[in-house]
């Protein structure tokens, strides 16, 4: 049973709400509700919560942050669910400044997630849409058994970042489509406008002829193909093609469903959190503050923000970089002139002075509308991509450290901002995770399925890979092959039920229906600390 929110507290709640508007700020309405510890740390072992289905991860996660809190290791001072309405829980033991510093925090988070391309897609009820899923699964818990259920679930939890994050916002013909291509719909080899004169030179019928060939060989080829292009969401092509029961294939839908409800949080940390702090810094001082309570605020807040030489806080890179980009909008330190300027003391000084590239900062400034804009269509990898400079990177110290095994202490091995920067990105594409894709769902004609790494610099775990490809398999139901590349070197990893097998691949081996050739993904390199 929640506490109640007291009459200071809902008071505040409301009087904060309307400073976080005439800010700028857009949020579905806030419900808050006041827990305790124990309360809090039930609730975010369950992602935040309230209801989930019965799963011992649950369980676990919940004796991790009692023992957290227990000994002094870290508390939960807010969560916030991304629903409409949005729902946040604050601990009853919490300050008053620290409650409102909450709630401004969480109005933040409000407008992220209303506002933000990478939440757009996301269920705006996915608070009942959870306790749908609690009661669905206990269903089948009922049916078939509770070690059966659960066996199932962690075989499918082992999957859930098999997941193609990008396809929420694309259109693609569906791979089960039974409509039959239209004569008029068939592709045709491509032919230049031109005059009757000069069509034999422009478009040559050899060249006609041979395009046709190629196009006919291609629509042949794909014919049967299953999928007929690589599909990066596994757990949709296990969902429309293994043999499942009922009950497996609901659960399946149920993980991949909650994966994709809570891959834009991971694709936006630093931004959702740096956006969140700027404004509770920025309400807390200039709304809500009493003078009592400065000092228990910029303990806590400066807390939240701390770093250490080699770790990376999001709190703390997120509001930083927000905080360059609306100054460097506000002086004039942006567009092609800023950008080819070489002289590192000019930039730093660039707009200081009087002259045409300051600005006139306000409430209306041109920094605070880019902000604005780049919370709306941003994730933390086009964020950095964009925004990162080297004055940056020299004023927060982001450097490549490792720890000297003569003194203990962590020092400098790398200023090279390209370098960086590319080790940045590389950390937040795909969570420094390998693209698997499957490639082809009858590997030899024997219903095998046969998947596909596409190498952008992340080499496989191998004991991962084995027991991943178990898990795939245990859903497929027949052998799985997943082609990698470790040190360079092409391997087919196997699992057949019983047994697995790594092999070098040669030339020998039959080839699957798809490639990966890694040509829409951009390559970067990887470099260590």
Same mark, same amino acid.
């Given at each position: 049973?929640?506490?109640?929110?007291? &009459?200071?507290?809902?008071?505040?709640? +409301?009087r904060?709400?309307e400073f976080?508007?005439?800010?700028?700020l857009?949020?579905?309405d806030?419900?808050?509700?006041?827990?305790?510890?124990?309360?809090v740390?039930?609730?975010?072992?369950?992602?935040?919560?309230?209801?989930?289905?019965p799963?011992?991860?649950f !369980?676990?996660?919940y004796? /991790?942050?009692?023992k957290?809190?227990?000994?002094?290791?870290?508390?939960i001072?807010e969560?916030?669910?991304?629903?409409?309405?949005?729902?946040?829980?604050?601990?009853?033991?919490?300050?008053?400044?620290?409650?409102?510093?909450?709630?401004?925090?969480?109005? !933040?988070? !409000?407008?992220?997630f209303?506002?933000?391309t990478?939440?757009?897609?996301?269920?705006?009820?996915?608070?009942?849409?959870?306790?749908?899923? =609690?009661?669905r699964?206990?269903?089948?818990v009922?049916?078939?058994?509770?070690?059966?259920?659960?066996?199932?679930?962690?075989?499918?939890?082992?999957?859930?970042?098999?997941?193609?994050?990008?396809?929420?916002?694309?259109? /693609?013909?569906?791979?089960?489509?039974?409509?039959?291509?239209?004569?008029e719909d068939?592709?045709?080899?491509t032919r230049?406008?031109a005059?009757a004169?000069?069509?034999?030179?422009?478009?040559?019928?050899?060249?006609?002829?041979?395009?046709?060939r190629e196009?006919?060989?291609?629509?042949?080829?794909a014919? !049967?193909?299953n999928?007929?292009? $690589?599909q990066?969401?596994?757990?949709?092509?296990?969902?429309?093609?293994?043999p499942? +029961?009922d009950?497996?294939?609901d659960?399946l839908?149920i993980? /991949?469903?909650?994966?994709?409800?809570?891959?834009?949080q991971g694709?936006?940390?630093i931004?959702?959190?740096?956006w969140?702090?700027?404004?509770?810094? &920025?309400?807390?001082?200039n709304?809500?503050?009493?003078?009592?309570?400065?000092i228990t605020?910029?303990?806590?807040?400066?807390?939240?923000?701390?770093?250490? $030489?080699?770790?990376?806080?999001?709190?703390?890179?997120?509001?930083?970089l927000?905080?360059d980009? +609306?100054?460097?909008?506000?002086?004039?330190?942006?567009?092609?002139?800023?950008?080819?300027c070489?002289?590192?003391?000019?930039?730093?000084?660039?707009?200081?002075?009087?002259?045409p590239?300051g600005?006139?900062?306000?409430?209306?400034?041109?920094?605070?509308?880019?902000?604005?804009?780049?919370?709306? %269509?941003?994730?933390?990898?086009?964020?950095?991509?964009?925004?990162? %400079? $080297?004055e940056f990177?020299?004023?927060?110290?982001?450097?490549?450290?490792?720890?000297?095994p =003569? &003194?203990?202490?962590?020092?400098?091995?790398?200023?090279?901002?390209?370098?960086?920067?590319?080790?940045m990105?590389?950390?937040?594409?795909n969570?420094?995770?390998?693209y698997?894709?499957?490639?082809?769902?009858?590997? /030899?004609?024997?219903g095998?399925?046969?998947l #596909?790494?596409?190498?952008?610099?992340?080499?496989?775990?191998?004991?991962?890979?084995?027991?991943t490809?178990k898990?795939?398999?245990q859903?497929? #139901?027949r052998?799985?092959?997943?082609?990698?590349v470790?040190?360079?070197?092409?391997?087919l990893f196997t699992?057949d039920? +019983?047994?697995?097998?790594?092999?070098?691949?040669?030339?020998?081996l039959?080839?699957p229906?798809?490639?990966?050739?890694?040509?829409?993904?951009?390559?970067r390199?990887?470099?260590g600390?």
């Amino acid at each position: 049973m929640f506490i109640a929110l007291t &009459t200071e507290l809902r008071e505040w709640a +409301e009087r904060i709400a309307e400073f976080a508007r005439s800010e700028g700020l857009d949020f579905y309405d806030t419900i808050f509700e006041v827990l305790t510890v124990d309360q809090v740390n039930q609730v975010a072992a369950y992602g935040g919560f309230p209801q989930r289905y019965p799963h011992w991860k649950f !369980g676990m996660e919940y004796e /991790r942050l009692r023992k957290q809190h227990t000994y002094g290791l870290g508390k939960i001072y807010e969560m916030v669910i991304n629903n409409d309405p949005c729902y946040a829980y604050l601990l009853n033991d919490n300050a008053v400044v620290d409650q409102k510093t909450v709630m401004a925090h969480v109005y !933040g988070h !409000g407008d992220f997630f209303k506002n933000n391309t990478w939440f757009s897609k996301t269920n705006r009820k996915m608070m009942d849409e959870m306790a749908n899923h =609690a009661t669905r699964i206990r269903r089948y818990v009922e049916r078939v058994g509770l070690e059966k259920v659960e066996c199932f679930i962690d075989t499918c939890l082992s999957l859930e970042n098999l997941i193609d994050p990008h396809s929420q916002f694309m259109r /693609r013909e569906s791979p089960r489509s039974a409509v039959p291509r239209r004569p008029e719909d068939k592709k045709v080899a491509t032919r230049f406008p031109a005059k009757a004169y000069m069509d034999r030179y422009i478009n040559p019928a050899e060249q006609m002829a041979a395009e046709e060939r190629e196009i006919d060989e291609a629509a042949h080829d794909a014919v !049967g193909k299953n999928p007929p292009a $690589p599909q990066r969401d596994i757990l949709l092509f296990l969902l429309e093609n293994a043999p499942l +029961e009922d009950w497996q294939a609901d659960i399946l839908g149920i993980v /991949r469903e909650e994966a994709y409800y809570f891959s834009p949080q991971g694709q936006t940390k630093i931004m959702n959190e740096g956006w969140a702090s700027y404004w509770h810094s &920025t309400i807390m001082t200039n709304y809500c503050l009493r003078d009592e309570e400065l000092i228990t605020y910029c303990e806590h807040h400066s807390g939240t923000l701390a770093t250490s $030489p080699g770790r990376l806080n999001p709190y703390k890179l997120g509001i930083e970089l927000l905080r360059d980009i +609306e100054q460097r909008w506000n002086t004039g330190r942006y567009g092609l002139e800023y950008e080819q300027c070489e002289d590192m003391d000019e930039r730093r000084n660039w707009g200081k002075g009087k002259g045409p590239k300051g600005r006139v900062v306000g409430c209306d400034s041109p920094g605070r509308q880019k902000i604005f804009d780049v919370r709306k %269509t941003h994730n933390d990898v086009t964020f950095l991509d964009e925004f990162l %400079t $080297p004055e940056f990177v020299d004023d927060q110290k982001l450097y490549h450290y490792r720890q000297d095994p =003569a &003194t203990g202490r962590m020092v400098v091995v790398d200023r090279d901002f390209r370098r960086i920067k590319q080790q940045m990105l590389f950390m937040l594409t795909n969570h420094a995770q390998p693209y698997i894709y499957a490639l082809d769902g009858n590997y /030899r004609n024997r219903g095998e399925l046969y998947l #596909g790494q596409r190498h952008v610099g992340v080499d496989l775990d191998i004991k991962y890979s084995v027991e991943t490809l178990k898990s795939i398999q245990q859903i497929w #139901g027949r052998p799985v092959h997943l082609h990698a590349v470790i040190d360079e070197t092409p391997i087919l990893f196997t699992y057949d039920g +019983e047994q697995g097998t790594q092999q070098q691949i040669d030339e020998s081996l039959p080839a699957p229906a798809n490639s990966v050739d890694g040509s829409d993904i951009p390559k970067r390199e990887p470099i260590g600390f």
